[in-house]
């Protein structure tokens, strides 16, 4: 039945069905617009050739982002933790770092430019505890960012994660330390095989060059580490990409190798980049 005083026209519905429809796209227009996260800045590598594969230039802050690690020591996570510590580290405030144990190498964090004075540590003990704690820390005003360290990061926890880093703005990083759940018999793949909500899989793993080969660490008067740095997953990136780098400085950050960039144009062949399969 039409509403009284409406004549029937067939066309009347039509139109007002489309125009409801409009409306409706237009409020989830303005949703998407008002999401705390949606306008965050991104924090930059300044490396240029990097930074332009990144959507916004660079990490986004009130996001979560991945890292995992390839190698012999990648159930440590060193490089891991030095890849995340050397991007935190360029942030101004307070920095919240959840663990399971007492592994991680402060003189490490210092030499990519994160002084341990910065870090409040939650030690849980339990590695089924460590993602409640960085939600429980995003929770918190104030930081600049929260880093986990975590053998999985299923599709439900990285999206209460990623909300939870919206609404704080705190750039937030989850290490994974994949070897770690095989060891202990728990089920799930290579770290980046698990769905999951994060804007950015990272993966680090190290690279022959002249610098000290096992932590990766820049030690004063010994040339700097060589990674490989993988960007296997961004959202809103074109493609995975991986890029060959000398390790963080003492301000936390990477640098392309000066051999690699400056070698004559007939040795320059091969890419210096290659993306991932």
Do not use: K, N, Y
């Not at 341990?116 to 339990?126: D, H, K, L, N, Q």
């Not at 429980?136 to 104030?142: A, F, I, M, P, V």
């Not at 690279?207 to 490989?228: H, Y």
């Not at 993988?230 to 400085?249: C, F, M, V």
Request: proline letters at 9%.
């Amino acid at each position: 039945m039409p509403p009284a005083g409406f004549s029937e026209m067939p066309a009347a519905p039509r139109r007002a069905e489309g125009g409801g429809r409009l409306r409706h796209l237009r409020r989830q227009m303005e949703d998407l617009a008002r999401r705390p996260g949606a306008h965050r800045p991104a924090l930059p590598f300044g490396l240029p050739d990097l930074d332009r594969h990144l959507p916004g230039g660079g990490l986004r802050c009130g996001a979560l982002h991945e890292v995992g690690e390839a190698g012999l020591s990648a159930d440590h996570a060193a490089l891991s933790a030095l890849f995340a510590a050397a991007i935190v580290a360029r942030l101004p405030g307070p920095v919240l770092w959840c663990l399971r144990g007492r592994d991680l190498f402060a003189p490490a964090l210092v030499s990519v430019g994160l002084s341990p004075g910065r870090i409040v540590f939650a030690e849980t003990w339990s590695d089924a505890e460590v993602l409640p704690a960085m939600e429980e820390g995003l929770r918190s005003r104030g930081l600049a960012a929260v880093v986990g360290e975590a053998s999985r990061l299923g599709l439900t926890a990285s999206r209460r994660l990623q909300l939870a880093a919206e609404r704080s703005g705190a750039l937030t990083v989850v290490i994974r330390r994949r070897r770690r759940a095989a060891a202990q018999g728990e089920s799930g793949g290579e770290s980046g095989d698990e769905p999951s909500a994060a804007l950015t899989r990272w993966r680090v793993s190290p690279q022959p060059g002249t610098g000290p080969p096992r932590f990766g660490l820049s030690m004063p008067g010994l040339p700097r580490a060589r990674w490989l740095v993988e960007l296997t997953r961004a959202r809103g990136a074109d493609a995975p990409r991986s890029w060959i780098l000398d390790a963080p400085d003492a301000t936390g950050r990477l640098r392309l190798p000066a051999d690699l960039v400056h070698r004559p144009l007939a040795a320059a062949q091969r890419p210096l980049r290659a993306r991932v399969g």
